[in-house]
């Protein structure tokens, strides 16, 4: 039985992995940390809990936290890079759900979220957490940083593109929508329903803090050719679930008839992720409480314009649900166990 801790377990990502570790058979919630709640019962601030935890809230102790086999980390930035030296240095093994290992050019992350980071040197040893392409480096990895809702959208949805070498990489865009949920769960007049109620809109057009991320992943999917993408995320009103467009550009609109194929080749054996047929519509509604990735392929007319449709629910698949398959992956467990549930209708 793996014991696991969960440090900031009273947002939206927090609640979600104790949602699903409920169901898995191998493992055990020993602690879970909020310094602004400690004290209060788990379930009386998650009523859907009641008869399935009876833990209260703790304050963060890295001594408790170093008796886990494993450690969730579901806080802010800037929280993680501080404690997670000395865990490493006890033995617990880690898997982060904020951004703070998952750049790699520690440069380009400060200038994002802020602050220069502290822990180089495990940001240099954390293994990037996108199932699909680094399972065997996470099998081995002490310290994982698990890929944003975003990011795991708009890469998985590329990947096949770039890894072929089949599109022009200089020239793609991702055009990004997802619920107030991503926003996470600390009170914001933003995400208030009198704010987002019937009403769609565009942010960080100018610049996102998952373009650096994403910009990475293909980067590398593209053997480290330069990948120009301009993102651009959008909120709609609803509470959860993301749905990334993708374009890119064939260099030879030739292979357009390779390219369903393709897509469903590449992703054969990965259990989270569906390739539907071509012409499909993927809903965020098909994926909502589950932890896969569903996606279809588009084109309009005789165009050399690939179109990619994926959809995740930004809360599973795009954070507590990938964070539980790469822990299964971690520890050697079957990599479905306890994320095998269908998602919500209607």
Same mark, same amino acid.
């Given at each position: ?31 879970? /940390? ?21 833990? %209260?809230? /703790? ?6 936290? *170093? ?7 579901? /806080? ?12 490493? *240095? ?62 795991? *959208? ?57 373009? %650096? ?12 050719? %330069? ?120």
């Amino acid at each position: 039985m793996v014991k696991v801790g969960i440090v900031g377990g009273t947002g939206y990502t927090g609640v979600e992995l104790l949602r699903i570790l409920v169901a898995h058979p191998l493992t055990e919630v020993q602690c879970i /940390t909020s310094r602004s709640e400690a004290g209060l019962a788990v379930a009386d601030m998650y009523p859907n809990l009641r008869g399935f935890y009876d833990l %209260p809230f /703790t304050e963060p102790d890295v001594d408790t936290l *170093a008796q886990c086999d494993v450690v969730f980390f579901a /806080t802010p930035h800037g929280v993680a890079m501080r404690m997670v030296p000395e865990l490493m *240095a006890r033995g617990t093994r880690v898997v982060d759900l904020s951004a703070d290992f998952r750049i790699k050019n520690l440069d380009v992350w400060a200038s994002w979220y802020g602050m220069p980071h502290e822990s180089p040197e495990w940001a240099a040893r954390a293994v990037y957490g996108l199932p699909e392409v680094a399972r065997e480096a996470i099998r081995q990895a002490s310290l994982v940083a698990n890929p944003g809702c975003y990011p795991t *959208a708009v890469q998985l949805g590329l990947l096949p593109l770039l890894e072929s070498g089949l599109v022009d990489v200089r020239r793609i865009i991702a055009d990004a929508k997802s619920g107030a949920s991503g926003a996470g769960r600390q009170a914001s007049v933003g995400t208030l329903h009198g704010e987002i109620g019937e009403s769609f809109k565009a942010y960080g057009a100018s610049g996102h803090r998952h373009l %650096p991320e994403i910009r990475q992943g293909l980067q590398d999917a593209a053997g480290d050719e %330069p990948v120009g993408i301009t993102f651009v995320p959008h909120l709609i009103p609803m509470i959860r679930g993301i749905e990334a467009t993708l374009y890119a550009d064939l260099k030879n609109p030739d292979d357009f008839d390779r390219i369903q194929t393709l897509y469903e080749d590449r992703y054969a054996s990965e259990p989270f992720v569906d390739v539907m047929p071509f012409g499909s519509h993927p809903e965020t509604r098909s994926v909502r409480g589950g932890n896969t990735c569903r996606m279809a392929i588009h084109r309009q007319e005789s165009s050399a314009t690939v179109i990619v449709s994926s959809v995740i629910d930004n809360l599973v698949k795009g954070a507590a649900g990938q964070a539980v398959q790469n822990m299964n992956i971690m520890f050697g467990f079957e990599e479905s166990m306890g994320l095998n549930f269908p998602a919500l209708l209607p």
